[in-house]
């Protein structure tokens, strides 16, 4: 089974109340943002980000997820991930690309850092976020925060700047 991306621009806002988000995000929503509907928190997301998309399952346009940047300033980038059930089977192919979107498009945008916050029940996500080379640290008794630093991965791989 294949995924597409689509630029949320072709989707009306309200997209965003059919998606049935998987327990462990909207538990990860409310633990972050304990006085904001989970609707309201994703509108907000969507709106202030540079960047956003959908996946969906290519056979059954099914929703899997949506993504997208918020920048925080110039050289900070927050990316962000809210996704459905569909993840547990999709996660590879969507893993892979966002690999590529990170490391083609997000770091070329002058975010020399990525970082965000995640619930640590949230596993099927970070399994997702190390596979595309985030690094985590403990923020709390429930959250990891996740890096990824630009200058480290241009050393990693012993390249020039991305």
């Not at 990860?28 to 540079?50: F, P, V």
Request: hydrophobic residues 40%; contains cysteine.
């Amino acid at each position: 089974m294949g995924i597409i991306i689509k630029d949320i621009k072709f989707y009306d806002i309200n997209i965003i109340k059919k998606i049935k988000l998987k327990k462990t995000d909207i538990e990860e929503l409310l633990l972050l943002n304990s006085n904001t509907s989970i609707e309201d928190i994703i509108k907000q997301s969507i709106s202030q980000s540079i960047d956003c998309r959908i996946i969906e399952e290519k056979d059954t346009s099914n929703i899997i997820g949506v993504f997208g940047l918020g920048i925080s300033n110039e050289n900070y980038g927050i990316p962000w991930l809210l996704t459905t059930d569909k993840i547990k089977n999709n996660w590879f192919n969507i893993a892979k690309y966002s690999k590529k979107i990170i490391n083609e498009e997000y770091l070329k945008l002058g975010n020399n850092y990525l970082y965000n916050l995640i619930s640590k029940k949230n596993q099927v996500n970070i399994k997702y976020l190390k596979f595309v080379g985030f690094d985590f640290q403990e923020y709390n008794k429930d959250i990891l925060l996740f890096t990824m630093n630009k200058k480290i991965i241009i050393k990693k791989n012993n390249t020039k700047e991305i």
